[in-house]
């Protein structure tokens, strides 16, 4: 084969590999659903958003997920849901969903959302009750209700049956990741990545 030929082929190959890479989602199934033969309409039903939408709001920042962990008929579906209930002057921390974007309904209070994209630029919107806001898939994005004393609601659609969340609090500051690496990797020294740390301490 011609070395035109060769490039030429693994241009191809590359490309047919970006492809398939924007393109991945859960996969597909081939049969109409995955159930215990069994199954009645129950299994089909989930009731695990009646607490957050019947009951007093908690409170801290509580998030109530539909995912095919909660909801095992969702396996193979590529959708989910969670319930987000923000007491006043509360937020959800920067995180990100490996698996899929976020399309945010808010139903009560007003809501300040944003998310940082690959080429560090932040895009925020402060949201009233019935707006949507998408947060694109795999992106940094937050949560805040700065109200002092409204209670805020949203409910939020996945496209995959488990999105997956990195905290990124959690991630760096509450895993065995060495004190060094992370003073250097914040310009920092590690006494102040220990002060961080105890801030996730079992209290
Ligand atoms: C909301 O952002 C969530 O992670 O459920
Ligand atoms: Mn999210």
Redesign the pocket.
Known sequence: MSSTSLKLLSLLVSTLAIVHITTASDPDILVDYMAPNNATGEFFTSTSFRAALRQPPPPTFT?TKASMKEFPALLGQSVSY?A?QFPPNSI?PP?T?PRSA?LLLLVQGTLHVGFVDTTNKLFTSTLETGDMFIFPKGLV?F?HNAANNHTAMAL?AFGSANAG?VSIPTTLFNSTIDDKVLALAFKTDVATIQTLKKGFAPK
Do not use: G, I
């Open positions: 998030v969670a987000l959800n995180h969903h976020e994005h949560q939020s969340t």
